[in-house]
């Protein structure tokens, strides 16, 4: 992937996954949550092995994903063609 196309997808998604910093902990930047969740639509590594690849535990990683999934879909809507096979 290029770096333009990570950058387009951080301005589409970044705003729906951002999270703000509390008192207790930095948020896990945007291009991190990105970063994550394509490396494992890309890889299918496990949770674990994503773990010590990008520094986080796997409770918080289980968390981005699905979340990140879901803005890239809600993002990528009008791009996305579905074929439909009737069985």
Known sequence: ????????????????????????????????RLAVTLGFLATGDSYTSLQYLFGMSKQIISLIIPEVCEALIEGLQDNIKVKYIII
């Open 1 to 32: 992937m290029s770096s333009q196309d990570f950058e387009t997808l951080i301005n589409m998604v970044g705003p729906k996954i951002q999270k703000s910093d509390t008192r207790f902990r930095k948020a896990i930047p945007v291009k991190e």
